[in-house]
């Protein structure tokens, strides 16, 4: 089964940089692609970056891009999201989220989530 938690989340001055961390428990992690959503109160939850199993193709979103760098590490079944540049309009809950095939942009279309991790931008 899939088990995944989040962790890096916290609190940034806008400009500033966190990145977070995914780690899976599954015994399959490298044949997953894994994706990274947000959402803000009030609001629906929004793709942000995604990963195929092997890390050599990746998708982001046209919000993110330039500023954000999604990666991973099958050896240590961990993903990771880099985020430089950060703005007040990324302040929002942090998902992961796995499926069992190709990129997709869909919350809907992955089939594991994390719980959250909380990131706050400042002005």
């Known amino acids: 089964q899939v088990q995944l938690v989040e962790s890096g989340g916290g609190l940034v001055q806008a400009g500033g940089s966190l990145r977070l961390s995914c780690a899976d428990s599954?015994?399959?992690?490298?044949?997953?692609?894994m994706g990274w959503f947000r959402q803000a109160p009030g609001k629906e939850r929004e793709f942000v970056a995604a990963?195929?199993?092997?890390?050599?193709?990746?998708n982001y979103a046209d919000s993110v891009k330039g500023r954000f760098t999604i990666s991973r590490n099958n050896a240590k079944n961990t993903v990771y999201l880099q985020m430089n540049s950060l703005k007040p309009e990324d302040t929002a809950v942090y998902y992961c989220?796995?499926?069992?095939?190709?990129?997709?942009?869909?919350?809907?279309?992955?089939?594991?989530w994390g719980q959250g991790t909380q990131v706050t931008v400042s002005s």
């Open positions: 990963i195929i199993w092997n890390g050599v193709s990746t």
């Open positions: 989220a796995a499926r069992e095939r190709g990129l997709a942009t869909g919350p809907g279309e992955y089939d594991y």
């Open positions: 599954g015994r399959t992690f490298s044949s997953y692609a």
